[in-house]
């Protein structure tokens, strides 16, 4: 072949080269890996149907992401990563996305905050939504702003048939809903949406209003049709508030969820015609877990399987709400024509019929039938509450085990029960000749078939005793030091001898601090010995605390939180220890605490605080009385408080707001002498209780002491004050004689 003819060939295979190169692009689309926001700007105005955009591996520092095209349902416009797992959104990033047929996946976003009102929104603005879109593979792992009551939401979907699917959302802490379907202009209604295979990780109590995971509308639009289907999603202690989920509008569907060990109910709190099918709630006796509310119209809850729920009141396993004559949008419309059949409820303690009923809803329900529904308990007799006339309500062919009463003269059966549990975890009637309860074992949603593969799930709760043990001799701030240079978990182990501090000690994670072998003292000279800090959470064992090197000046505390706003809950033990000498000025407290600060637990056990000018325990920073308080669970137990000006405890929660759990507290065993006798102490108590939801007081003695104080300002608490003593001591007051006899048992010893 001559030279000419060689050439000529080669040009052909290389023309036809290119030509390939154009039709696979033409077909398939460009990839471009793009490794600053310049790039990315630019490879989104040049993006044609079947691009990729790929987020080149590293951080991204305050990346404001927006994402706007329009793919086709064949050749969509992608955002992606590199690598998924070595690409993260980092400081004040966020994504915008707007137009048709737009894919992200792999994004993760971590170590800060959205400056705007959403970490991923599906809208560019008002007028330019998103259609036919689609968020897979994407984490937002405690993405929160460091303002506790500083709202914003994880998650915002907007426009019509877009998707949210196997992503990872876990430890939002400020106030603001996880995941909002939003209904605010006509083009996001009838949206069709799909929420699915999501795995909501652990949400901390927030201690507020406006902690829930999922909500679909607001109270304004609801009344208007979503079309909503959320389906396969796992919930792993979600215990923000009472709604774990809150529907605000209608024709949405809520299909083989699972709910772990979640505070809180599925709440049908506003909208009509809600399909509640095959979810599963498993509550392993956990406080607070909750099951199903039924509040409005045309509701329909069906072959749902709910085990170990110990919630009352809102939040029990089943919730059948009263409502209000002529409700305004944003009250509760009663439950008419809705339905609760074939689910099954075992081990759970509260079935709650005409809930809520009182002056203003009282609206009982009506044409509402509770059929084929199995009911069964070991323990607890009285599973049913029934607050109003449930004649609207229709009882047909329901299982009960034979311990339990029946609330009906006709409905119910009494049967004697045995379970297997089967592959799934399902408790299941022995007997197959049951057709009560769940007909159908539905496969859901797990850990395994929920989230992302490539990112770890890291427990979120706080942990104690799981680090190392730190020997720490006497002297002048050798604790001070000690803490400093200590870890997550460490325990700090004290010599016998005396301890000085010149400094205050920052706690910004889970310590402990213990004798090794008998009590040491210490001593300090700062206006506060312990600060704990966002992060933190301090244990304290077998110590004598002595205030008298304290600075001349009121207000001094041996622990306080963080005077700035803590997004992350703390929690506070103190056993077998002694409190002494806290009086060197006036206002000398044991807890001094700040605003926007939240104690999951507070525990004092066994231990003695003596001569303290203030108060030991003040949980009353929240005082605008909006439902927002300081403390979650209080449990003192065998303690003795002597010579204490202040109140032993004040434990507030203000406001009429009915979205949360506590405070709730247990109080066994005490000893009060002269306590609560200071000019200063504006509770006027010994023991302060406003709006706690839950107060067990039991064998405590009162001598010489300010009175136990109670204030009801919402709710139906649960109040029992049993063996306990009043020796010059006025006993329990009651504000305004709120506390009806059912909210108050009390036994004089």
Known sequence: M??????????????????????????????????????????????????????????????????????????????????????TLEGQSYLRLAGEHLVVEGLAFKNGYTPTSEVISFRKDKETLCNHCRVTECVIDNYNNPERFDSDY????????????????????????????????????????????????????????????????????????????????????????????????????????????????????????????????????????????????????????????????????????????????????????????NNTFVNCDYIQLCAGSDAERSAVPQNTVVNDNIFYNEKKDDLFTVYDDISGISFDGNILSENISPIASHGFIQKKMEFQRDENGILLPSDQSIKAGITEVKPHATPENTGVSWYPKVEQEVRFYIGKKIRVSPGENSLFEAVRNSEYGDVLELEEGDYLMTKSIEVNHPVTVRAKEKKPTIRFEKNSLFNIENGGALALYDLKIDGAESPDYSGNAVIRTSRYSMNRNYKLLIENCIFTDLDVNHSFNVLKIYKSTFADSVVLRNSTFKSISGSVLSLAAEIEDIGIYNAENVVIDNCQFEDVGGAALHLHRGGSDESTFGPILQMNNCIFKNVGGDKRNRAGASVSLHGVQVAHITGCDFTDSQPLKLHLVVGEPITKIKDCNFDNTEKVVTHDGSYKDEDLEQVWR
């Open 2 to 87: 001559s030279p000419g003819l060689r050439n000529l060939n080669r040009l052909g295979y290389f023309a036809a080269f290119l030509f390939s190169l154009f039709f696979l692009n033409s077909c398939s689309g460009q990839e471009g890996l793009v490794r600053n926001i310049e790039e990315f700007n630019q490879a989104v105005a040049n993006a044609q149907p079947g691009d990729k955009i790929i987020l080149a591996n590293g951080v991204w520092q305050d990346a404001e992401l927006l994402l706007v095209g329009k793919g086709t349902a064949e050749d969509p416009i992608t955002l992606t990563v590199q690598e998924k797992g070595k690409v």
């Open 154 to 341: 994880w998650v915002g979907i907007y426009g019509r048939n877009n998707r949210f699917d196997h992503n990872y959302l876990v430890g939002k802490r400020n106030v603001g809903v996880t995941l909002a379907v939003r209904l605010n202009t006509p083009e996001s209604r009838e949206n069709h949406h799909l929420i699915d295979h999501n795995y909501f990780g652990h949400h901390p109590v927030l201690g507020s209003n406006g902690g829930e995971t999922l909500r679909i509308g607001t109270s304004h639009y609801s009344l208007t049709n979503s079309n909503t289907i959320v389906e396969y999603n796992y919930f792993d202690r979600c215990n923000g508030e009472h709604e774990i989920i809150s529907n605000k509008s209608c024709q949405n569907t809520f299909r083989y969820n699972t709910f772990y060990e979640c505070q809180g109910t599925l709440t049908m709190r506003h909208g009509n015609e809600t399909l509640v099918e095959s979810n599963y709630f498993f509550g392993n006796g956990k406080a607070n877990t909750g099951g199903i509310r039924i509040i409005n119209e045309t509701q329909k809850v069906i072959n749902n399987y709910c085990e170990g729920l110990t919630g009352y009141r809102f939040r029990g396993a089943l919730v059948i709400m009263n409502g209000v004559p002529n409700s305004p949008i944003n009250r509760y419309f009663p439950v008419i024509n809705s339905e609760a059949s």
